[in-house]
């Protein structure tokens, strides 16, 4: 199969307008992504899956992933005049990146036998641009999985046929998977909790009751 | 009637009975259990249904794919929050006197998913448990014994006078609310009539 950034080219090509980045993966699997816009996913995979170098028939896997709003320190080296001397420092630089979910797809080419191919698809962010194009039009194994995700993380899919819980019961409220997810509280009885579940048993437990001294008293009475 | 009495007569060729113990007798020797299950469990719960464990020995040979026709319900697995209205349902619509086996660390408390969001944290927490068998999953030998347990429970039944079966009293319920899906957990969480837990008293 050919390289990712060739790939990437071809697709920019076929499609006039679509933004497509490549996502590295310093991890040992060593397995990068192409990151696909919104507003041109839909044509994006078309062209993978009808061009006929790459014939990507085949959607194995769909993920979802929940990315909080994260804080990057790093350090970045600064020149700056010190008693009249210029000097290198190392100054602090925050960086603050927003949240989003995100959808991974494995696409493979049963015809010509390669893949996969992995594709990322990211929300505005976590609250109320939850939106995303759904690939079930041209992936039918797609569906049930697109599902779960919008079960599970929340993720409305546009142009899915039948976006409703798989999982859960469809009165539930809550996505599950999503990171700051708490479930309800039926920690009433843990005889052995620790850590997480210990605090949260905790609130439960009887008051002890005040002792004064006189149990003592009684005890040493029956001997 | 004396036990010695009893043993007497029967050198002689003369049984002796209460209309209890024929009654028991035949009820313990004839468990039709519920053909349901749930997770991994069912799996070993058919093994003991199967040739080489082999529960006919003991009464319960016959599964019976309707509530309406057995007398045992065997909570085989993970009871998710979504299928516990199901199971109660199930429970309610079988006929008296029924009996309810909680087989493995799952349908006792949850079990390895306790911590899970989807996961009824034990069947107790709405319906009855008369035996309960730890184990994930059970081995058969284990499900047969809680079997021999619930049959040794049965005998022990009294028809009459106080302290007599549950199911022959007319005010104590045969038949428990079918918790209602909410939108953050199922409603109520537990059924408090039957649900007690220990109060934890620690520092």
Aim: proline content about 8%; aromatic content about 8%.
């Amino acid at each position: 199969m050919e390289s990712l950034e060739r790939i990437k080219a071809r697709a920019e090509e076929a499609v006039p307008g679509a933004t497509i980045k490549i996502i590295p993966n310093a991890s040992p699997a060593n397995q990068p992504s192409l990151l696909i816009d919104s507003d041109h996913t839909l044509a994006v995979v078309q062209f993978l899956r009808n061009d006929a170098a790459l014939r990507l028939d085949f959607c194995s896997n769909v993920t979802g992933v929940d990315w909080l709003d994260r804080t990057v320190t790093t350090k970045v080296k600064v020149k700056t005049l010190i008693d009249g001397e210029e000097k290198e420092i190392e100054q602090p630089q925050v960086e603050n990146f927003p949240g989003y979910l995100e959808t991974v797809y494995h696409l493979y080419s049963i015809a010509l036998k390669h893949g996969p191919v992995v594709i990322r698809l990211r929300t505005a962010d976590r609250a109320d641009g939850v939106h995303l194009p759904s690939l079930t039009p041209v992936y039918r194994s797609a569906e049930f999985q697109e599902r779960e995700i919008f079960d599970l993380y929340g993720i409305r899919f546009h142009g899915h046929p039948d976006l409703r819980r798989i999982l859960m019961w469809d009165e539930f409220v809550d996505h599950p998977m999503r990171k700051d997810y708490r479930e309800p509280d039926d920690y009433e009885y843990e005889p052995t909790p620790h850590d997480e579940v210990l605090e949260r048993a905790k609130e439960h437990y009887a008051a002890r009751p005040q002792l004064d001294g006189a149990e003592n008293l009684a005890a040493d009475e029956h001997g | 009637m004396n036990e010695g009495l009893l043993s007497e007569l029967k050198k002689q060729g003369i049984f002796v009975t209460s209309l209890q113990e024929l009654y028991n007798w035949g009820r313990l020797n004839s468990i039709w259990p519920l053909q349901f299950g749930l997770a991994c469990c069912a799996i070993e719960m058919i093994a003991t249904a199967a040739s080489r464990y082999d529960l006919a020995r003991f009464g319960g040979e016959v599964f019976r794919p309707s509530p309406r026709q057995a007398d045992l319900i065997i909570v085989a697995g993970t009871v998710t929050k979504k299928m516990a209205p199901q199971v109660v349902r199930l429970y309610n619509q079988m006929p008296d006197p029924k009996y309810v086996i909680a087989m493995g660390a799952c349908a006792i408390s949850g079990g390895p998913f306790k911590q899970g969001y989807n996961v009824l944290k034990g069947i107790d927490r709405y319906i009855p448990v008369d035996v309960y068998i730890p184990g994930c999953p059970p081995r058969p030998e284990a499900l047969l014994h809680a079997f021999m347990e619930l049959q040794r429970k049965i005998e022990e039944q009294r028809l009459t006078g106080a302290g007599k079966a549950d199911h022959l009293e007319a005010s104590l319920p045969s038949e428990f609310p079918v918790p209602a899906f909410g939108e953050h957990d199922l409603q109520p969480p537990a059924n408090p009539a039957l649900f007690r837990p220990p109060a934890v008293e620690r520092n």
